[in-house]
T-cell receptor, first 114, second 115 residues
């Protein structure tokens, strides 16, 4: 069984650019959630996708957007990058979207904005 | 809103010592509770979970009991090893009247175990 994978591993961008991060969910999972983890902090919820629809969103501006595809893989897009967007971006998949469902995390994408 | 508070770190122990990492929470609904572990340069791995009051989660010698009366989910291990050195995150998942569960994390506790 393949776990959650993310690409790329590392990324360096400059302020104002746009970035796309990718996530492949674990086999059999239809829900993907994205989190931002700043250095030395706990992850913060960005949004969740369930069966290709956005299912909930945290306190992030609209320049953070996403997609989920029919195979349940997902993308996170960030426009107009700011220095504070530098963080580890984590994707997690689960077999459903309920509160009891365990979310399994990928290794993350380290984004650096210069 | 929901929140999770973990004990201040870092925590430094000798091998075979007893470990406790305190975690308390505030939630609007009936949360599930989790402990995740993050090794250097890696993502988060689920350590254990509990989905209702008085449930005990356990894995790899770690245990935590869901205490609704004290809104706590403290992590314990009787004898730590050097390989347990990592960052530990307490988290809750609470639909809170919405249709989905999202994880709210504590700030993390760094554990270092010396031989």
């Amino acid at each position: 069984e393949t776990g959650v994978t993310q690409s790329p591993t590392h990324l360096i961008k400059t302020r104002g650019q746009q970035v796309t991060l990718r996530c492949s969910s674990q086999s059999g999972h239809n829900t993907v959630s994205w989190y931002q983890q700043a250095l030395g902090q706990g992850p913060q919820f960005i949004f969740q996708y369930y069966r290709e629809e956005e299912n909930g969103r945290g306190n992030f501006p609209p320049r953070f957007s996403g997609l989920q595809f029919p195979n349940y893989s997902s993308e996170l897009n960030v426009n107009a990058l700011e220095l504070d967007d530098s963080a580890l971006y984590l994707c997690a998949s689960s077999s459903s979207s309920g509160r009891t469902d365990t979310q399994y995390f990928g290794p993350g994408t380290r984004l650096t904005v210069l | 809103g929901n929140s999770v508070t973990q004990m201040e770190g870092p925590v430094t122990l000798s091998e075979e010592a007893f470990l406790t990492i305190n975690c308390t929470y505030t939630a609007t609904g009936y949360p599930s509770l989790f402990w995740y572990v993050q090794y250097p340069g890696e993502g988060l791995q689920l350590l254990l979970k509990a989905t209702k009051a008085d449930d005990k989660g356990s894995n790899k010698g770690f245990e935590a009991t869901y205490r609704k009366e004290t809104t706590s989910f403290h992590l314990e291990k009787g004898s730590v090893q050097v390989s347990d050195s990592a960052v530990y995150f307490c988290a809750l998942s609470d639909a809170g009247g919405t249709s989905y569960g999202k994880l709210t994390f504590g700030q993390g506790t760094i554990l270092t175990v010396h031989p």
